[in-house]
């Protein structure tokens, strides 16, 4: 594989660059001309874009490029807390952090490497990190696109401390969506959630399908492996497969709370919904030298 994007290998490409705030960027691009735009800011994937070069993640117009600020859109990790279920800041401090590429990672299964254009990342915590979060751990994160367009993002999080010590975590997936009141979300039907506008009050799924007419910021439980996301008018059905991750978030902040957030458009709520992959309700416990891992898959199809 190449790391330079130089032309030697048709098959994918992996470009490293720099933005305009001379932040490390990694450009990962498939046969077919599909592409994913990745953010040592964070370890945040920026852009997936497809073969017919469609942006699928939302990005806020308003969004912030430039550190400690997290950048509204795309897929921010969420590690060691999700939301503010802890004493840490909102969503915890790796989305706010630089990574390193990771040049020697151990071997995953060959599965997640062939055909792939693919890098590994790499988080270990500052000086800073521990006086707030006093573990020892690696964080590796992979992300690749295969040759059919799909975005995988695996995280292994390994505890080198000599204590143990719990986390939560999510994939916050911000998909981009023609209109809010025409999405529906399948997969959630009967299961539980907490809902964040309740004061994590846990309530049972009553609907065949989610659908959207105003807030929604809840955590679905142990909920099914898969999940789609079907946009009626753009024709077109994300699903989101996840190893690891039991629940599933999911969030729109809709038109008050939009107005209320300033890195976010007023209006921008209809063009967006976060679908995250999380472990939110019971938080992963590792003892020392365990290893974590959870896995991410998007994919597009089109649909009715």
Known sequence: MNRSGAKSD??????????????GQVVLRNPRGASAR????????????????????????????????AVRGGIPICFPQFGSRGLLEQHGFARNKIWVIDENPPPLHPNDSNGKAY????????????????????????????????????????NINCKPFSFSFAYRTYISISD???????????????????DKERF???????????????????????????????KRTFTIRREGLPDVG???????????????????????LCVDGAAVEKPITLRPGEEWTGRLELSVVPST
């Open 10 to 23: 048709k098959r994918t490409a992996v470009e490293v660059t720099k933005d305009k705030n001379r932040i």
């Open 38 to 69: 990745v953010s040592l800011h964070g370890g945040q994937v920026l852009s997936w874009r497809n073969e017919h070069d469609e942006e699928l993640l939302f990005s806020s117009s308003k969004a912030i490029f430039k550190p400690p600020k």
């Open 119 to 158: 890098i590994d990342l790499l988080l270990k915590p500052s000086e800073e990190d521990m006086k707030v979060w006093p573990h020892s751990f690696e964080f590796r994160l992979r992300i690749s696109l295969a040759e059919d367009g799909y975005l995988t993002m695996i995280s292994r999080i390994r």
């Open 180 to 198: 809010i009141s025409e999405v529906r979300v399948e997969g959630l039907e009967t299961f539980d959630y907490l809902d964040n506008l309740c």
């Open 204 to 234: 049972t799924e009553q609907g065949d399908a989610l659908t959207f007419e105003s807030e929604v910021d809840r955590v679905y439980l142990s909920s099914s492996d898969v999940i789609a996301v079907l946009d009626h008018e753009r």
């Open 250 to 272: 999911v969030w729109n902040p809709w038109e008050k709370m939009s107005k209320s957030i300033a890195d976010f458009g007023d209006e921008e709520y209809k063009r967006m």
